[in-house]
Every structure is written in structure tokens, then in C-alpha cells.
């Protein structure tokens, strides 16, 4: 995209406070905008209300402006947008590319006698997608229930697509292995695979800059756009931050947070530089390559 303006994002989930992680990827994201001249944007994916918080979307406002980062336009929020993903399911119901799954956990785990798995876990074994419709209707005004796709039907009618990561080269999407991921449930209007390709393609962004923890989710995001007629980014999966246990830095394994070395009186913008140096603080181990 040479004569495109670059656009990126950082899009965190206010599931908690932001750690080193998270700083080290929203200066990647903006970083590599200003230097280009273009666009850095900031999305809230907040699609999850059960486990999101107002509280924690202060706290990222706060810490990013704290390590001296700026974004341009409207903060963008995934819980106005549940009318376009649902928009957007409708057009892959009506293709006959999803069905209605009614199993829990549960059920998934009893029925996975010698799992397969995947780059998510668990490869879903396919227990509702051949029920009947009749079975399927009566069900599902009665269950609960989420939307998975066909993952063979749609592999097969987008035929075969790649995508481009900065540091990997060209790769060919395969999202045969990732099976019949979920694209919406009960508790959320869309999963995060679905919203994420949905709103980079809103908001114009031509390059996605996030960890290298998120390159497999990749090959399913190539599929979407291929079935909604979106544009395909450019993709670079930057290196993650590793704690002294060779752990990637983790909300759940108490990775020091922005707001606690805020309170430690570290000055953010130093920290930004520091690690734009490629100099860890400490307790940070190492990169992964």
C-alpha cells in the first residue's frame, strides 16, 4: 500500500489494568504511524460486558497519555457497534456458512475422547453441525446457544487466500486448522475474531501492528474478510515481552501494571524510551524472537 496513508491501532480489552505488555505494543503501533506520517488509533474492545469495567478504560486513557502517546480521531468502543456484527452474521447465516451450537463445555470435553488440537486449544468436534434444521429450530428459541461457522464450507467458497506479515513474508491462510470457531454467543454479540476484522476494515486500518501471540488468529481473520468483501491489512506480529519464569506477560500471572509504576513515581515517558531502546526493566526477562 505505497500510496496509502498508514493507519494502526492499539485495541485493548478493559479486562483489567494495562502491564509492560500492552506499553510495549501500543508503541509499536504508534511508532510505527508517526514515522510513516499516518494515522494512530485507539479502540476499546469492550464487547465482553461481563468481564469489562469503566474503571479500567480510565486507567488505559490515563496510561497511555502517561507514556506520552497520542491518538488521532474518536476513541472507538466495540459495545456501540453490536447492530454492525450482527449485521454482519446475518450475511454468513443467509450463506449457510454458520449453525447454532448448543453444547457446553462440557459437552465438548466429554465428547473429545482423543482431542485434536488446534491453535486456540481444543479443536470443536463438530457435535451440532449436522443436526437438522427442524431440530435446529426447535431448539433455538428454547437453549442457549452460540454461532459457529462451517469452517470447511467457508474454506472452500473463499477458495485459497494469503496474507502478508512484515517479519514472516507471505503466508498461506489455513483456517481448516483452527475447526469451527465461535463468532458469536450468548454473552457477547460478536466474538473477538469477527469483531476484530470487522472494525480494522472500519476504521481503515492498513496495518495491524500486535504480538506474536495473536499470528495464528490470523489465518481465521484472512477468512472473514475473503466472505464479508473486506480489505486485508498488512501484519506485523511483534515480539513479546517474557517475565523471569519465561512467562509472557499476563494480566492472570500479575505482570506489573502501568498505574502501579505510575504510583512508584517512574516517569512514563522515560520507560517508552527505555523500551524503544530494546532495554528491559526489570523483572522482564526477555523477548521472544
Not at 497511555?64 to 447492530?83: E, K, N
Not at 461457522?149 to 512484515?166: K, N, S, T, Y
Not at 466472505?227 to 515480539?239: D, E, I, R, S
Amino acid at each position: 500500500m505505497p500510496d496509502q496513508m498508514m493507519v494502526t491501532r492499539f485495541a485493548p480489552s478493559p479486562t483489567g489494568p494495562l502491564h509492560l505488555g500492552h506499553a510495549w505494543s501500543a508503541i509499536q503501533a504508534h511508532d510505527r504511524a508517526r514515522a510513516g506520517g499516518g494515522r494512530f488509533l485507539l479502540r476499546i474492545e469492550d464487547i465482553d460486558g461481563a468481564r469489562c469495567r469503566p474503571e479500567h478504560i480510565a486507567g488505559i486513557i490515563a496510561d497511555l497519555a502517561w507514556l506520552g502517546l497520542s491518538w488521532d480521531g474518536p476513541v472507538l468502543r466495540q459495545s456501540d457497534r453490536a447492530p454492525v456484527y450482527q449485521a454482519a452474521l446475518e450475511q454468513l447465516q443467509d450463506r449457510g456458512l454458520l449453525y447454532p451450537c448448543f453444547c457446553t463445555r462440557a459437552d465438548i470435553a466429554a465428547r473429545l475422547s482423543a482431542p485434536h488440537a488446534g491453535p486456540d486449544g481444543m479443536i470443536y468436534p463438530g457435535v451440532c453441525r449436522d443436526l437438522p434444521r427442524v431440530e435446529r429450530n426447535a431448539r433455538i428459541g428454547a437453549e442457549l446457544h452460540a454461532w459457529r461457522i462451517d469452517m470447511a464450507r467457508a474454506a472452500a467458497l473463499a477458495g485459497p487466500l494469503d496474507w502478508v506479515d512484515a517479519r514472516a513474508g507471505r503466508m498461506i491462510a489455513d483456517p481448516l486448522a483452527h475447526g469451527d470457531v465461535v463468532l458469536a454467543r450468548k454473552d457477547a454479540p460478536a466474538s473477538y475474531h469477527l469483531a476484530v476484522t470487522i472494525d480494522d476494515a472500519a476504521q481503515g486500518v492498513t496495518h495491524v501492528v500486535r504480538g506474536a501471540d495473536l499470528f495464528a488468529a490470523t489465518h481465521v481473520h484472512r477468512l472473514l474478510q475473503a466472505l464479508l468483501g473486506l480489505p486485508t491489512p498488512v501484519y506485523h506480529h511483534h515480539a513479546l515481552l517474557l517475565d523471569a519464569e519465561g512467562r509472557r506477560l499476563a494480566k492472570r500471572d500479575g505482570a506489573p501494571t502501568l498505574a502501579s509504576l505510575r504510583a512508584q513515581g517512574v516517569e512514563g515517558a522515560e520507560l517508552a524510551q527505555m523500551l524503544r531502546r530494546g532495554q528491559l526493566p526489570i523483572g522482564i526477562a526477555a523477548m521472544t524472537p
